[in-house]
């Protein structure tokens, strides 16, 4: 039978969870959980891929974190940050504020160039192009 001593010892190893979990909730950063929470900082990552409840636990804890932050940002960007402001814009909407080319109108446009020094339509360059990445894709 184990010395009181070492049953007290792995009842807080086995308590650990829910301070790595608070801090994580609160900070975002698992030094500083596994630290609170009396751990290596490699413990949590090992239990996460024994345990898929705990997995679930620390992805939503990371998440609330995120969205502490997610929170903080627009308050700034309301306050007056512009860059904020266009970053949340970009996030959310992204079909309307995010900087996109549209990279089939360039395609098609170097597929007709190549075409006419070839010889070949367009479509044909495009096809023979796609035929060459699906062989890259195999390897």
Known sequence: MPEPSERVARRRRADWKPRFLEIIRATGNVRLAASAAGIDRSTPYRRAQRDPAFARDWAAAEQD??????????????????????????????????????????LRAEAERIAAKVGLSADEVLELADRRAREMERR
Do not use: C, K, N, W
């Not at 306050?79 to 900087?99: I, N, T, V, W």
């Open 65 to 106: 974190a995120i969205d502490v932050l997610e929170a903080e940002a627009r308050s700034r960007a309301l306050a007056g940050s512009d860059q904020l402001l266009m970053f949340l814009l970009r996030a959310h909407r992204p079909e309307r504020y995010r900087e996109t080319l549209d990279l089939r109108l360039e």
